[in-house]
Structures are given as C-alpha cells and as structure tokens.
C-alpha cells in the first residue's frame, strides 16, 4: 500500500511503510503549507528543478535527514557542494532505488536557481514503488509526448500542475490527462499566490467529463492505494 500526502504546492510526500520519498519541498515561505520543514522526516528528497517553490527546503531537510537528494545532474552538483548526498540523472533516463524506480519525463519550463544561476533542464518525474506508479508532471506547459509517457507506463496517479500562468491552466491539464490516462489524477500548483488562483473542481468536473477520475487533496490530506 502506497500513501501520497499533498503538503500544498508541488510538494508530495510518499509513503510505503518502510521508506519515505519527499518531492518538491517547498514549506518555508509557503502561504498554504502547514508543515515545517523541520518536522518532516524523508529518506529521499526528489526535485524536479531549482526553482525556489521546488527546491524548497530540500537541502535543509537532507541535512537534517541524511537523505538522498535525487535531481538532475546540474541540481545534484549544487546539493553536493552543499554538503548533502545526491544522487544525478537526467531526463529520459531511469534508476533503481531501495524503495523502486524513479525516472525523468521532459518538462516545458525553466529551471534556474533562486539566485539566477543554471539548474539544467526542468523535468517531471515517474515513481513506480510497490508496483504502482505515479506521475508527477513538474512544472510544465501541455506537450504531445505526454501521450508516449502514458502508452509506455499504466499511471496509477497522475499530480498534474493546473494554476496557470506559470504552467498549463485547467483545460491543458483536462488534455494532459487524456494523453497520460491515469486512473486517477490529482490537481497540484494552484492558490499559492494570486496569479496561479485556479479552481480544482472546475478542473476534476471537467476530468469527469471526459471520462477519467479526479481527486482533490485538501493541505496535509492523504490517499492511499
Ligand atoms: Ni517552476
Ligand atoms: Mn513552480
């Protein structure tokens, strides 16, 4: 059994009972998280890029934690010197852990760091572990090749970003979903700041509509599967 908790934002813990994977953990200065970063416990920390609201609290928390940082190869040098373990990949390419699979999916963003320095390229992330795979879409505009991520991988969920502005808005997402065809999917990165106001239900009616199932998570809500 597999647990997924929306800390808010793009921030998820993942959960199986014997390991804790941490994604995006963005908590300091987050308008809607409730958790501190100092009360949140990770093995594994995956950042998807190295934007402020992804890379978070990721290194603190690693520190704190002694976890492994799991990031594309420029945001695994940058944890090192840093002083925290990393572990470098990049898009396209897969590894195995001790709790399952993670792999890199292209994502349309950027990826540069608080102070303007190169994080490399943004990505989204698969995460298959107890035989269920989910899906965390990353901060991206709506690409066709969603459609090859889901004709390779059966998604159990898909976390898709719908606040706009930065990334796809609700109907983007809606398309997104029926290239991925996940059996479920759970909307992400929205009412954090004004310009990513975005209404969740509109976006699981309209998912509805087209046949898939839709979630929402409350801030620190759960689900399992
Ligand atoms: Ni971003
Ligand atoms: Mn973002």
Known sequence: MVSITYLSHSAWLIKNGEHTILIDPFLSGNPLATVKKDDVKADYIIVTHAHGDHLGD???IARANKSLIITNFEIAN??????????????????NFPFGRVKLTPAWHGSSFPDGSYGGTPAGVLITIDGKTIYHSG??????DMQLIG????IDVFLVCIGDNFTMDINDAVKAVEFVKP????PMHYN???VIRSDPEEFARKVKEKGFNARIL?????YSF
Do not use: R, W
């Not at 002083?83 to 390419?93: N, R």
């Not at 901060?139 to 066709?144: A, K, Q, R, S, V």
């Not at 059996?183 to 759970?186: G, H, N, Q, S, V």
């Open 139 to 144: 901060d991206t505009g709506l690409f066709l």
């Open 78 to 95: 940058y944890c090192s010197a840093n002083g925290v373990s990393a572990h470098s990949m990049h898009i396209g390419g897969g590894h």
């Open 192 to 194: 954090t700041f004004d």
């Open 58 to 60: 990721a290194i603190p």
């Open 218 to 222: 409350g801030i620190n809500e759960s």
């Open 183 to 186: 059996k479920l999917t759970i």
């Open 151 to 154: 004709q390779m991988n059966s």
